[in-house]
């Protein structure tokens, strides 16, 4: 049993990595791979600035894919359908 749940985690965490990449690229509007908080709350109206700085592990004012992945991670960015 416990050999068949380690790839069905992985394989869950990965769907959850690629669909955090796939959002993250949809909102990306200037394509440098970083979301700012102003393309971040065009897919999450709700989204508050200091909910974005809590996200911003290293405050600089952007969010790199693994600072989304630990976001969603968190619960505190929803993960997309998809």
Known sequence: ????LMPLAGAAILGVSMQV???????DTDGDG??????????????????????????????????VAAAVEAGLLPATDG
């Open 1 to 4: 049993m416990k050999k068949l």
């Open 21 to 27: 990449a796939f959002a993250q690229a949809e909102l």
């Open 34 to 67: 970083l979301l700012s908080y102003a393309e971040l709350v065009i897919g999450y109206p709700d989204l508050t600035e200091d909910a974005f700085a809590q996200m911003d592990t290293n405050a600089d004012g952007m969010l790199d894919a693994d600072e």
